[in-house]
């Protein structure tokens, strides 16, 4: 194996990353959470301002580091979080618009999925950071103070412990935990070689990136998880149903600090105690009630449309009755924003359709005729 060994560092490498903190422009927390606002971020206090306050302390800290000189064991270490909450709430969202419009730091979004299907035996999890030496245009000091997502990071559960959970009877393999037990070297503070191109080959060459300085945030909708609290509470907690039935449990759940906070919740889940355990706070997101699913829709997808049809000429209108029709349907699908989309699109498709097929059209408007909706063009 070639290793392209970086430490101890270099004086240019050390001096680019001076020059690339000295010109990191750092808001306020509180100033992040307008700018997140500004860019359509809807709902989310507890999770927005907690994330906020996790970019505010990374950078803050990078910056006392290696512009201020100071000595890493008086600085608080480097922090990981993890995102809790139903489908479609805006944890995927959270970390794109944050690290992609608010905070111009190297980072990458991992969906983990393709981790669990392959297992130990498959693809290298060092390889997370060799997406993240990408983001930072192979400049591996930069790379090292970056932020990485695991998405869909609840996908990694052990398929033993989750069946024996879901009531599935038996099973096959462990393929997880494989998983797993290599995350926990990432996410603590070690030398990682990792591939500087990313090929399924154990002879590709490496350089070692120190996850020190890099923070981590996993997100995961977890479902399943709030039956199986209820279950060790002795009790069951639904969307509005008690008792949830046949082990099935809601999708638009909402946790609690407290409800997130045992690792042995997670433990049942199928995670191993000691992954959960190398993240600093477990942060819960809430599903979208109706006043933020009514602000979505109306403040971005229906815009999102409204533009489109305008580069046609066409105006777009939607009535207040459909607005509320449409926020009604998306809740009973439970997928939050997205239910909002994929419920828009349903009624707009046709409209669309007409529209676009009848040149002259200048006006497409959705309205309610006897509980049905209905386009009118004009
Ligand atoms: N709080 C929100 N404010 C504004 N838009 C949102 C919000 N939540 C979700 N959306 C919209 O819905 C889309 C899907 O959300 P997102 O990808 O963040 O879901 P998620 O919570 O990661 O769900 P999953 O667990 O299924 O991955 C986003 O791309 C965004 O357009
Ligand atoms: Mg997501």
């Given at each position: 194996?070639?290793?392209?060994?970086?430490?101890?560092?270099?004086?240019?490498?050390?001096?680019?990353?001076?020059?690339?903190?000295?010109?990191?422009?750092?808001?306020?927390?509180?100033?992040?959470?307008?700018?997140?606002?500004?860019?359509?971020?809807?709902?989310?206090?507890?999770?927005?301002?907690?994330?906020?306050?996790?970019?505010?302390?990374?950078?803050?800290?990078?910056?006392?580091?290696?512009?201020?000189?100071?000595?890493?064991?008086?600085?608080?270490?480097?922090?990981?979080?993890?995102?809790?909450?139903?489908?479609g709430?805006?944890?995927?969202?959270?970390?794109?618009?944050?690290?992609?419009?608010?905070?111009?730091?190297?980072?990458?979004?991992?969906?983990?999925?393709?981790?669990?299907?392959?297992?130990?035996?498959?693809?290298?999890?060092?390889?997370?950071?060799?997406?993240?030496?990408?983001?930072?245009?192979?400049?591996?000091?930069?790379?090292?103070?970056?932020?990485?997502?695991?998405?869909?990071?609840?996908?990694?559960?052990?398929?033993?412990?989750?069946?024996?959970?879901?009531?599935?009877?038996?099973?096959?393999?462990?393929?997880?935990?494989?998983?797993?037990?290599?995350?926990?070297?990432?996410?603590?503070?070690?030398?990682?070689?990792?591939?500087?191109?990313?090929?399924?080959?154990?002879?590709?060459?490496?350089?070692?990136?120190?996850?020190?300085?890099?923070?981590?945030?996993?997100?995961?909708?977890?479902?399943?998880?709030?039956?199986?609290?209820?279950?060790?509470?002795?009790?069951?907690?639904?969307?509005?149903?008690?008792?949830?039935?046949?082990?099935?449990?809601?999708?638009a759940?909402?946790?609690?600090?407290?409800?997130?906070?045992?690792?042995?919740?997670?433990?049942?889940?199928?995670?191993?105690?000691?992954?959960?355990?190398?993240?600093?706070?477990?942060?819960?997101?809430?599903?979208l009630g109706e006043n933020e699913l009514t602000q979505i829709l109306k403040e971005k997808v229906s815009k999102r449309w409204a533009y489109e049809f305008g580069?046609h000429?066409i105006q777009f209108e939607i009535d207040e009755e459909v607005v509320r029709h449409i926020i009604k349907k998306s809740i009973t699908r439970e997928t939050g924003a997205r239910g909002v989309e994929a419920t828009c699109i349903r009624y707009i498709e046709d409209a669309a359709f007409e529209a676009y097929s009848s040149?002259?059209t200048k006006k497409i408007r959705l309205k309610m005729k006897n509980d049905e909706v209905e386009y009118e063009l004009s």
């Open positions: 194996m070639l290793l392209l060994k970086q430490t101890p560092k270099p004086d240019d490498e050390y001096r680019r990353l001076q020059h690339f903190l000295a010109n990191l422009y750092v808001s306020t927390p509180r100033q992040m959470v307008e700018s997140l606002r500004q860019e359509g971020y809807v709902g989310q206090d507890n999770a927005v301002k907690a994330t906020c306050l996790f970019a505010f302390r990374h950078i803050s800290r990078l910056k006392k580091l290696y512009l201020h000189r100071i000595d890493p064991r008086l600085l608080p270490k480097k922090n990981n979080i993890l995102f809790v909450g139903p489908t709430c805006g944890k995927t969202y959270l970390v794109e618009l944050l690290f992609q419009k608010v905070i111009k730091l190297p980072h990458v979004i991992v969906d983990m999925t393709g981790y669990s299907e392959t297992g130990y035996v498959g693809q290298d999890v060092n390889s997370v950071l060799t997406r993240l030496l990408y983001a930072a245009d192979m400049d591996p000091s930069l790379a090292a103070i970056g932020i990485v997502c695991l998405d869909e990071f609840d996908k990694l559960a052990s398929s033993h412990n989750r069946a024996v959970f879901a009531g599935a009877g038996t099973t096959k393999d462990v393929s997880g935990l494989g998983v797993q037990r290599e995350l926990l070297k990432l996410l603590e503070s070690s030398d990682v070689p990792v591939p500087v191109e990313l090929s399924h080959s154990d002879y590709a060459p490496r350089t070692v990136i120190s996850t020190e300085n890099i923070s981590f945030i996993a997100c995961g909708a977890f479902s399943g998880l709030k039956g199986h609290i209820g279950r060790l509470k002795g009790e069951y907690i639904g969307f509005g149903r008690t008792p949830l039935e046949k082990g099935i449990d809601a999708i759940v909402d946790y609690s600090d407290e409800e997130v906070e045992p690792v042995r919740n997670f433990q049942q889940f199928g995670f191993l105690p000691e992954l959960i355990g190398r993240f600093d706070r477990i942060i819960p997101f809430h599903a580069l000429d040149p002259g």
